[in-house]
């Protein structure tokens, strides 16, 4: 079975630095990709990236980049010139390209980012 | 452009009470669907999938049920609440392989 691990309960980034919040995976399967997604205080999941297991390059979209090293089978979140806005849960997940149609996607727990001004 | 509507945004209930969320999907035809919970402080737990009209998939036992009588509605239902079923459960779509996307949840608290 697939397992999604985040070992940072919490991050603290100052506004305008850049900060990385770490996902690992495990997986026996080829094929699969990997998402990020924001979760803000009041609650709704936002798609943030998505990344393949055969891109050959690293997803960004705007200030989000995904470092993925596969053969480590991780897969972290890049965010570059921090925001307060960006202040929320961030959670990492999964979803295998072999299990059919149901594309069902496995969470890990969580980081907790905060941006001081 | 799709949109996903999920009510009520907050529900109190009594433990034994029965239960009922509702999420709708528009702007799309035939999504994937999929019931979460989310326990205080916690990742998403998946609870339902769907992947067509009364084809429902449950993935964790529990006193919880769910319906997809029409193709982009998508309902959560319990006849009998229990303490541990509070939590916030959020519904999502995707259409083939793409992302999921979330409803704004519902949080549920059971008294």
């Known amino acids: 079975a697939q397992k999604i691990t985040q070992t940072q309960p919490g991050m603290f980034v100052q506004e305008k630095e850049a900060v990385t919040l770490d996902c690992t995976y495990d997986?026996?399967?080829?094929?699969?990709?990997l998402f990020w997604y924001k979760q803000p205080s009041s609650g709704e999941m936002i798609f943030l990236i998505y990344?393949?297991?055969?891109?050959?390059q690293n997803a960004t979209e705007g200030r989000y980049s995904l470092n993925f090293q596969k053969a480590r089978k991780s897969a972290n979140l890049v965010i570059s010139a921090s925001q307060l806005g960006d202040s929320a849960m961030y959670f990492c997940a999964m979803r295998l390209n072999s299990g059919g149609s149901n594309y069902k996607l496995t969470f890990g727990k969580g980081t907790l980012l905060t941006v001081n001004p | 452009s799709q949109t996903i509507h999920q009510w009520p945004a907050t529900l109190v209930q009594p433990v034994g009470s029965p239960l009922s969320l509702e999420c709708t999907v528009e702007?799309?035809?035939?999504?994937?669907l999929y019931w979460y919970r989310q326990a205080a402080g916690r990742g998403l737990q998946l609870l339902f999938y769907s992947i067509g009209i009364d084809q429902i998939s449950s993935e964790v036992p529990q006193n919880l049920s769910a319906s997809r009588p029409q193709d982009r509605q998508f309902i959560l239902s319990s006849k009998k609440l229990l303490l541990s079923d509070s939590g916030f459960y959020l519904c999502a779509w995707s259409y083939s392989n793409q992302p999921q996307h979330f409803g704004d949840g519902t949080r549920l608290s059971i008294l």
């Open positions: 997986t026996s399967d080829q094929s699969y990709g």
């Open positions: 990344q393949g297991s055969y891109d050959e």
């Open positions: 702007g799309t035809s035939n999504p994937n």
